[in-house]
């Protein structure tokens, strides 16, 4: 199975913005794999935030996130980011990069087969 790196996290103001990145650890590719971005703050489950399709086809976004966030991927780099715009004070949480074959219109954990260790994103008001 893959194994995933994630990386970008950090403390920033409400109204900022972040770049998470998602990539293989050496040895290992992104490339055969939808990838979606999760994220886990205290106390709360895991939420979906965005998917990813192999080809980049078909992207998705919860609610919360939608029009703010943007997911891509680079082939070329085998790295897949999530761009985070207008952060708010609910965003802050544990994101995690997981991989899975498809993107299901409902993003459930237990479909993912890999996932990364996360990186901890936080936002002061």
């Known amino acids: 199975q893959v194994q995933l790196v994630e990386s970008g996290g950090g403390l920033v103001q409400a109204g900022d913005s972040l770049r998470l990145s998602c990539a293989a650890a050496p040895g290992y590719s992104l490339l055969y794999y939808a990838v979606a971005w999760f994220r886990q703050a205290p106390g709360k489950e895991r939420e979906g935030v965005s998917c990813i399709s192999v080809s980049a086809y078909i992207k998705s976004y919860s609610d919360s996130v939608k029009g703010r966030f943007t997911i891509s991927r680079d082939s070329a780099n085998d790295t897949v980011y999530l761009q985070m715009n207008t952060l708010k004070p609910e965003d802050p949480a544990v994101y995690y990069c997981?991989?899975?074959?498809?993107?299901?219109?409902?993003?459930?954990?237990?479909?993912?087969?890999?996932w990364g260790r996360g990186t901890r994103v936080s936002v002061s008001s």
């Open positions: 997981a991989a899975a074959s498809v993107c299901a219109e409902v993003l459930d954990p237990s479909a993912f087969i890999s």
